[in-house]
C-alpha cells in the first residue's frame, strides 16, 4: 500500500488534473467565427466555421471565469477578460495565462468588448466607459487611456480605422443606459488622440454591440428590445432591421461584421441555448448557423489574417489589410 508521501503527491496530480483547462489543439483560419459561452463543465471559447456551422471547443474551465470580451489578434493568440485580467490562450493547445493584470480603474464591466485592430492593437471598453489600449507585441503589456469621455459601451475598427463606439443619452442629455427609453449614440473615435464626434444617432434602447457590414454601413444592437439598429453615416438616421419581431425569449448577446458580406451575433434561447446567426444586410434574413445546446454563449470575434508582418498599420502607410481588398468585393 502506498505509504503517506505517496499517497499525496497522487492526490496533488489529480487535483491538478481537475483544476487544468481542457485543452485541444486547433487550427484557426482567416474568416473563422470564435465565441465564448458557458456550459455544463464551465466557461469555454470555442471555434465556429461560419460556413458549415462546425465547432471547436479551443480551451475550457481554467482561468476563463467570465468570457464577456473575446479578441484574436494577427499572432494567432485569443484573448479574453476574467473581469480582473486580460488573459491569453494559445489555440495551438488551448493553455491559459495571465496577459495582463488590470488595474481597478481599466477593469472591464458587464457590457464591455474588446477588438483586435488592424494597427495590432487590443483596444477594449471599461466598466467606467473608457476606451483602453493593449500592444499584445510589447515585452511589458501595460493598458493605456485613449479615452474616458466617449462613455463607450462597446467599440470597433471602421472606415478610415477609427475606432466607432455605442453608448446611449437619456432625455435629460446625460450618457447613461439605466433607463429603457435612452436614444442610441455612435462616437468616432481617433485611435491616436482619442478625439470623438458624432457619427450617428436615434434608435430607442441600451445599446451593445456596433459592427460595420463589408459596404461598410453601420449597425448598432439594441439588448433590451431586441432589435439591430442600421445608420446612416451620412444623415445620422437609423432604423431598426425586420429581423426578431417580438421574440421574447430571444437575448442578443454580441455582434460582429465579416468580410464576407455578412453580420454574425450570438444569442441565447430561453430555455434550449445559444445559437450564432447569420445575418444579411441586404436581404434582411436571418438564419441560424450553429447551436450550442444547453450552452449560453457570450461574445464573438472574427479571426484576421493571421500573419503581423504583412498586416497593415492605418490609415498613413501604403499597406492596406486584407480586409480592406475584401470588403471592395462587396461595395
Request: hydrophobic content about 40%.
Amino acid at each position: 500500500m502506498p505509504g503517506r508521501g505517496c499517497r499525496l503527491v497522487m492526490f496533488c496530480l489529480l487535483l491538478a488534473c481537475l483544476l487544468a483547462p481542457s485543452a485541444r489543439a486547433v487550427v484557426l483560419n482567416e474568416g473563422d467565427l470564435v465565441v465564448t459561452g458557458n456550459g455544463a463543465a464551465g466557461i469555454f471559447v470555442a471555434r465556429v466555421d461560419p460556413v458549415s456551422g462546425a465547432q471547436q471547443i479551443i480551451s475550457q474551465g481554467g482561468l476563463l471565469v467570465s468570457g464577456r470580451c473575446v479578441a484574436v489578434a494577427c499572432n494567432g493568440m485569443v484573448y479574453l477578460d476574467n473581469s480582473t485580467n486580460i488573459l491569453r490562450v494559445n489555440p495551438a493547445d488551448g493553455s491559459q495565462s495571465v496577459f495582463v493584470a488590470l488595474p481597478v480603474a481599466y477593469r472591464t464591466g458587464q457590457v464591455s468588448n474588446m477588438i483586435a485592430h488592424s494597427d495590432g492593437n487590443l483596444y477594449y471598453t471599461s466598466a467606467l466607459g473608457e476606451v483602453v489600449r493593449l500592444d499584445p507585441s510589447a515585452p511589458t503589456p501595460t493598458p493605456s487611456l485613449l479615452t474616458s469621455q466617449a462613455a463607450a459601451i462597446a467599440i470597433t475598427e471602421g472606415p478610415g480605422c477609427h475606432l466607432y463606439a455605442s453608448t446611449c443619452v437619456a432625455a435629460n442629455g446625460t450618457s447613461t443606459c439605466t433607463g429603457l427609453t435612452t436614444d442610441i449614440v455612435v462616437r468616432r473615435i481617433d485611435r491616436v488622440s482619442g478625439m470623438f464626434s458624432t457619427a450617428g444617432f436615434g434608435g430607442i434602447g441600451k445599446p451593445r454591440d456596433i459592427a460595420f457590414d463589408a459596404r461598410d454601413s453601420m449597425y448598432v444592437e439594441s439588448a433590451n428590445d431586441r432589435r439591430l439598429f442600421r445608420f446612416n453615416q451620412v444623415t445620422f438616421a437609423s432604423g431598426p432591421l425586420p429581423l426578431f419581431g417580438n421574440e421574447s425569449s430571444y437575448t442578443i448577446q454580441h455582434m460582429v461584421g465579416h468580410p464576407d458580406g455578412y453580420l454574425y451575433l450570438t444569442h441565447n434561447y430561453v430555455p434550449a441555448g445559444g445559437q450564432v446567426d447569420q445575418i444579411d444586410p441586404v436581404s434582411n434574413a436571418r438564419s441560424s448557423i450553429s447551436s450550442f445546446p444547453g450552452s449560453g454563449l457570450g461574445a464573438i470575434a472574427v479571426v484576421p489574417p493571421l500573419n503581423c508582418v504583412s498586416i497593415p498599420i492605418c490609415p498613413t502607410t501604403a499597406k492596406r489589410s486584407t480586409w480592406g481588398a475584401l470588403k471592395q468585393i462587396y461595395r
